[in-house]
């Protein structure tokens, strides 16, 4: 191995492992079982904020929500501290093992959530501006008609929004994240069409 390659390379690895064990940790789990829930036989089983915030109310499920969010923050700023000005895109890989970890958790037996609160707390950190914006898509759409079609609206017009801050090929890594995202759902829903949630329980976003 040239004597070059390993300090080039190391700061990937890292970035990647660290995101992934910020990523992993369970927070619904540990918020729901305190309250004698396993979150994973109610509602649609998802193991993230809304369906705990339907279980539970909004108020006891704001830990999921604030503790999500910060694994993908977290694993953005550790992305921040290894990457340099010719790595800009550690940053990006240490959002993607969050959200990698976040979908497939080591400490909750490779299963869960569908890593849209740990894309958003990364990309608060990596890129904060159009994250920012993101944002407040979200809250426009979600106050004029529902917070389901703000969440949609937000992530689909994301790159749009990057791609006046940031250069072509940060926008591509966004995109290759937003697939992380998009293989969860698409896991998420091949799931339900073979254990179908009890009637009446819509599935959930995040």
Not at 3 to 8: M, N, T, W
């Amino acid at each position: 191995m040239p004597l070059g390659f390993r300090p080039v390379v190391m700061p990937w690895v890292l970035a990647a492992l660290a995101g992934y064990l910020c990523g992993s940790i369970p927070v619904a789990d540990v918020v729901t079982r305190r309250a004698g829930i396993d979150i994973r036989a109610v509602g649609d089983r998802n193991p993230g904020y809304w369906n705990v915030k339907e279980q539970l109310g909004g108020r006891r499920a704001l830990p999921v929500l604030f503790g999500d969010t910060a694994k993908g923050s977290l694993a953005g700023l550790i992305g921040l501290l290894l990457a340099s000005d010719g790595l800009w895109g550690v940053k990006w890989v240490a959002v993607a093992g969050a959200m990698v970890g976040h979908g497939w958790p080591l400490f909750a037996r490779f299963r869960g959530g569908k890593s849209l609160l740990a894309f958003v707390g990364g990309m608060l950190v990596v890129t904060p501006v159009p994250a920012l914006l993101g944002l407040g898509v979200l809250a426009l759409v979600g106050l004029a008609h529902t917070f389901a079609l703000g969440i949609k609206v937000a992530v689909f017009s994301f790159p749009a929004i990057e791609l006046a801050f940031d250069s072509k090929e940060r926008v591509a890594a966004t995109g290759s994240l937003m697939c992380i995202m998009a293989l969860r759902f698409a896991i998420g829903a091949l799931g339900r069409g073979r254990h179908p949630a009890p009637p009446g329980t819509a599935p959930t976003a995040a």
